[in-house]
């Protein structure tokens, strides 16, 4: 099944604790990305990657690093977590980018005390 | 002010009903509109797209462009209670990778 798989589903983690919220897609899909949802604020961008090795920011990417070195991973990191980080975070593939429009991991629901 | 713009409602509609969806914008250079259906604790998923002014009908569903008004709209008839979700407008520059999000309308469909 095609799909994009995200870990864990939920996290509870104190300030300044460093942690990896995995993401990988089996698709193939050449376009990776992770955003916020936050109530009253939408989806937000931290950070894309259009192939492994090439990454950029997206509109909110204080406090996240990402890496993408195999096409299929690209674990978001928080090196030290803030309570402002407390969100829905959700990694996305695609294989054309805008075109075809993005599909969706089940979603990291993270608790920063 | 935001990017895109979409009322957060709650929407609540009996069966049957004709729901209308809206967003609107302020770049004029968005040329890819996406909307996005989100099931409670689930990611949201590709419901249409369509590439600059137009409409575009898919089943129940109908995607309707207004470039000049930078307005987007999202017809569905006959809903169903299948069809409660949040509903997401998306849009893009190009075909590159960042989109802007509207923040989303909760519809509720009553059997």
């Known amino acids: 099944e095609a799909q994009v798989t995200q870990n864990p589903r939920y996290l509870i983690t104190v300030t300044g604790k460093k942690l990896t919220v995995t993401c990988s897609q089996n698709?193939?899909?050449?376009?990776m990305s992770w955003y916020r949802q936050d109530p009253g604020l939408g989806l937000r961008q931290i950070y894309y990657?259009?192939?492994?090795?090439?990454?950029d920011k997206g509109d909110v990417p204080e406090g996240y690093k990402v890496s993408r070195k195999e096409k299929r991973n690209f674990p978001l990191i928080l090196e030290s977590p803030s309570p402002n980080q407390t969100s829905l975070y959700f990694c996305?593939?695609?294989?054309?980018?805008?075109?075809?429009?993005?599909?969706f991991g089940s979603g990291t629901r993270l608790t920063v005390v | 002010q935001k990017e895109v713009e979409q009322d957060p409602g709650p929407l609540s509609v009996p069966e049957g009903a004709i729901v209308s969806l809206n967003c609107t914008y302020s770049?004029?250079?968005?040329?890819?509109f996406m909307w996005y259906r989100q099931y409670s604790r689930k990611g949201p998923e590709l419901l249409m797209y369509?590439?600059?002014?137009g409409n575009k009908e898919d089943g129940r569903f109908t995607a309707q462009v207004d470039k000049s008004s930078k307005y987007i709209s999202l017809f569905i008839r006959d809903s169903q209670p299948s069809d409660s979700a949040t509903y997401l407008c998306?849009?893009?520059?190009?075909?590159?990778?960042?989109?802007?999000f509207g923040t989303g309308t909760s519809l509720t469909v009553i059997p």
């Open positions: 369509t590439y600059s002014s």
């Open positions: 998306a849009m893009s520059l190009n075909t590159g990778n960042q989109f802007y």
């Open positions: 996305a593939s695609s294989a054309t980018g805008a075109v075809l429009g993005y599909t």
């Open positions: 698709m193939n899909h050449e376009y």
């Open positions: 770049n004029s250079a968005f040329q890819y």
């Open positions: 990657s259009m192939n492994v090795e090439v990454t």
